[in-house]
């Protein structure tokens, strides 16, 4: 069993740089809607207290939003999507369904301290990832449900923020600040610059031996294969830069532009090499790169916007 689970944090969730992506959004999202009110502000006092429940519910929410992903019907859209672990054999739905109601629990014992409030938006979140689930209910074309796949991890990053910000303004007794939607922009469009890239996991072309056997099989071409992943990355590409523009924008809100001006100039420089790497070899590899610059590209961002300016300021 244990090698079962390690193979799906390997191949499906990587729990390592979840758990970081979840702690760092989580505390972003507290320090910079501390800062929209006061861009002088020092660290809150309340910042710990709101980051533990902030923090271990948004890896939670992570974690559950992937289940329900898995948990889809492959059957009709599966030339769309990467393959399903439940189809691969190392794990199963009634072991994904128990880590669901399990990880449930524990973010009930987190919220309800926080107020009926806190829970009634964790409950909202959590009916969203039941449409997620079953999203095949909805009259949704076939082609278009690449594009709700975006969406939909946009949507669920942004949720994660507004929980997070919501742990902050419970604490605070400060009611929303309706600035703060910039940020939950930069969260909906790391979200789907990281579909985008998962994406990139296409079934293998099959051979010409194999086309000339079967041509009615509905297994991609090689050169169908290559000019849909190349449309990704450079859609991939675009998104980043999007993402880009906006944090440079959200930075503008709380007058630090150093430390977002130079994560975006990492960002954007290490994402036109992997875009360029991959569009040369169209290997696993620079995809497996673009996955992983997608989150830690995201990661710096936040660190950026709501974490580095307390301590920019006071050097």
Same mark, same amino acid.
């Given at each position: 069993?244990?090698?079962?689970?390690?193979?799906?944090?390997?191949?499906?969730?990587?729990?390592?740089?979840?758990?970081?992506? &979840?702690?760092?959004?989580?505390? &972003?999202?507290?320090?910079?809607?501390?800062?929209?009110?006061?861009?002088?502000?020092?660290?809150?006092?309340?910042?710990?207290?709101?980051?533990?429940?902030?923090?271990?519910?948004?890896?939670?929410?992570?974690? #559950?939003?992937?289940? &329900?992903?898995?948990?889809?019907?492959?059957?009709?859209?599966?030339?769309? +999507?990467?393959?399903?672990?439940?189809?691969?054999?190392?794990?199963?739905?009634?072991?994904?369904?128990?880590?669901?109601?399990?990880?449930?629990?524990? #973010?009930?014992?987190?919220?309800?301290?926080?107020?009926?409030?806190?829970?009634?938006?964790?409950?909202?979140?959590?009916?969203?990832?039941?449409?997620?689930?079953?999203?095949?209910?909805?009259?949704?074309?076939?082609?278009?449900?690449?594009?709700?796949?975006?969406?939909?991890?946009?949507?669920?990053?942004?949720?994660?923020?507004?929980?997070?910000?919501?742990?902050?303004? @419970?604490?605070?007794?400060?009611?929303?600040?309706? @600035?703060?939607?910039?940020?939950?922009?930069?969260?909906?469009?790391?979200?789907?610059?990281?579909?985008?890239?998962? +994406?990139?996991?296409?079934?293998?072309?099959?051979?010409?031996?194999?086309?000339?056997?079967?041509?009615?099989?509905?297994?991609?071409?090689?050169?169908?294969?290559?000019?849909?992943? #190349? @449309?990704?990355?450079?859609?991939?590409?675009?998104?980043?830069?999007?993402?880009?523009?906006?944090?440079?924008?959200?930075?503008?809100?709380?007058?630090?532009?150093?430390?977002?001006?130079?994560?975006?100039?990492?960002?954007?420089?290490?994402?036109?090499?992997?875009?360029?790497?991959?569009?040369?070899?169209?290997?696993?590899?620079?995809?497996?790169?673009?996955?992983?610059?997608?989150?830690?590209?995201?990661?710096?961002?936040?660190?950026?916007?709501?974490?580095?300016?307390?301590?920019? @300021?006071?050097?």
């Amino acid at each position: 069993m244990t090698h079962r689970w390690l193979r799906y944090q390997r191949e499906v969730f990587p729990v390592v740089s979840a758990l970081v992506l &979840a702690g760092v959004l989580a505390v &972003a999202a507290i320090g910079y809607s501390v800062l929209l009110r006061d861009a002088a502000s020092p660290v809150p006092p309340y910042l710990a207290i709101a980051a533990i429940p902030a923090g271990v519910c948004a890896f939670l929410f992570m974690v #559950q939003f992937q289940i &329900a992903r898995i948990l889809q019907s492959y059957r009709s859209v599966r030339p769309q +999507r990467i393959y399903s672990p439940t189809q691969a054999g190392f794990v199963t739905p009634q072991e994904l369904g128990i880590l669901t109601v399990g990880s449930g629990l524990v #973010q009930l014992g987190l919220t309800i301290p926080l107020g009926w409030t806190l829970l009634g938006l964790m409950m909202l979140i959590w009916g969203f990832f039941w449409l997620v689930r079953h999203e095949r209910l909805l009259p949704i074309p076939p082609k278009a449900r690449p594009f709700l796949a975006l969406a939909q991890r946009g949507v669920a990053v942004g949720l994660v923020a507004v929980f997070a910000l919501g742990c902050e303004w @419970r604490l605070s007794g400060v009611y929303p600040v309706t @600035r703060v939607g910039i940020f939950l922009l930069v969260c909906f469009l790391n979200g789907a610059t990281a579909e985008l890239a998962m +994406r990139l996991r296409l079934p293998l072309p099959k051979s010409d031996a194999e086309i000339d056997a079967d041509p009615e099989s509905d297994r991609p071409t090689p050169a169908t294969v290559k000019a849909l992943r #190349q @449309r990704e990355i450079v859609a991939w590409l675009v998104g980043l830069w999007l993402m880009a523009l906006v944090a440079l924008a959200a930075a503008t809100l709380i007058e630090v532009m150093i430390p977002v001006a130079i994560a975006v100039l990492l960002l954007l420089t290490a994402a036109v090499f992997v875009a360029w790497r991959f569009l040369s070899t169209l290997s696993k590899l620079w995809a497996i790169a673009a996955r992983s610059l997608s989150q830690w590209g995201g990661i710096l961002l936040y660190l950026a916007l709501g974490i580095l300016p307390f301590y920019v @300021r006071s050097l």
